[in-house]
């Protein structure tokens, strides 16, 4: 699943200070093999470079 700015999202990302919390999308990036990472925002911050892999549609 895609995501575009403005999406609400869940990281899942045991590394991650924001692991299981819920984050806006503020940029997609595309990388050179055609994979897209993003910056996600948080309450107390944002984490960058996130692949899609990482994120969930966060329930509305």
């Known amino acids: 699943m895609s995501f575009e700015e403005d999406d609400e999202v869940v990281l899942h990302d045991e590394h991650s200070d924001f692991d299981g919390e819920t984050g806006t999308v503020t940029q997609k990036i595309e990388t050179m093999f055609g994979d897209a990472n993003y910056i996600v925002s ?6 960058q470079g996130v692949p899609e892999d990482n994120l969930e549609a966060a329930e509305e």
């Open 42 to 47: 948080f309450e107390d911050g944002q984490e």
